[in-house]
């Protein structure tokens, strides 16, 4: 198949497939006795990560054999190829185990390493939240836009500051301070609601490429700003830490505060 050096309606019908597809199988395995095992960092992992993936890995397969896929719990895939689907089928493990209705399957379409389309599937909840580079978010396929705040008015939101250095620490302190409130555990489900308007920063360590190419379509395109925490792009070869505000004012206040550190 040839491409043009964008996305085509053909990846993003892929990428609802891929959603639909893992859906069924959290949906079925969701608020049910699972078998837990521990991942060599210790982190959960349940055959419910390994069944959705595998199915979205295969249909991969079967409409792009070409394209390199890059899950969380399966090796890489093509990893020479330009168009890299970046897969977590499970973002917020722990969120699932406990029943919370905040893990999502984040699918991801990089093109040489930079995110051109992201998908964020809440499957319980049935949200999903779609954006293409240079497009607009939609959820359920209705546009939403984040919601311009200073920081001093905005909620901030990050996963857990147990994976932050004691230096980004500090510096996360210094950010929390200038919020008007903060929350924690919302894993990915904290930049959608960010591009829904409801959240106005996220702030992440730590990080590997499937937990945030995802993300980076679906910010910019409710008008969001998504960076590392030096303001760098996130790609493939990012560090791993995510800066993201809801208008680019309240980000280059983010940065300021997390370049103290």
Same mark, same amino acid.
Do not use: M
């Given at each position: 198949m040839s491409h043009n050096e964008t996305t085509s309606s053909q990846e993003m019908a892929l990428a609802h497939v891929l959603a639909d597809a893992a859906g069924e199988v959290l949906r079925a395995r969701f608020r049910k006795p699972?078998? =837990?095992?521990?991942? /060599?960092?210790?982190?959960?992992?349940?055959?419910?990560?390994? @069944? +959705?993936?595998?199915?979205m890995a295969a249909l991969i397969r079967a409409r792009f054999p070409d394209h390199g896929i890059f899950g969380e719990e399966h090796a890489r895939e093509n990893a020479e190829?330009?168009?890299?689907?970046? =897969?977590?089928?499970?973002? /917020?493990?722990?969120?699932?185990? @406990? /029943?919370?209705?905040?893990?999502?399957?984040?699918? +991801? =379409?990089c093109l040489d390493g930079a995110p051109v389309l992201g998908v964020i599937d809440q499957p319980f909840l049935r949200e999903r939240w779609t954006a293409e580079a240079g497009g607009v978010t939609l959820l359920n396929g209705e546009r939403v836009r984040a919601q311009a705040r200073r920081l001093e008015d905005a909620v901030l939101a990050t996963t857990s500051s147990d994976y932050f250095t004691p230096a980004q620490a500090a510096a996360y302190a210094k950010l929390r301070a200038r919020c008007a409130s903060a929350i924690a555990g919302g894993d990915a489900y904290a930049s959608a609601m960010l591009a829904s308007g409801c959240v106005g920063a996220v702030v992440d360590a730590a990080l590997k490429p499937y937990d945030y190419c995802a993300l980076v379509p679906i910010v910019e395109g409710a008008g969001g700003v998504i960076t590392d925490w030096r303001g760098k792009p996130l790609t493939l $070869?990012? $560090?791993?830490? =995510? @800066? @993201? +505000?809801?208008?680019?004012?309240?980000?280059? +206040?983010m940065l300021a505060e997390l370049g103290k550190q």
């Open positions: 699972l078998n =837990l095992e521990r991942k /060599g960092d210790s982190s959960p992992v349940t055959e419910a990560d390994r @069944a +959705a993936e595998s199915a190829s330009r168009w890299q689907w970046v =897969l977590d089928p499970i973002d /917020g493990t722990r969120a699932f185990l @406990a /029943g919370y209705p905040t893990f999502t399957t984040l699918i +991801a =379409l $070869d990012s $560090d791993g830490s =995510l @800066a @993201a +505000a809801c208008c680019p004012e309240a980000h280059r +206040a």
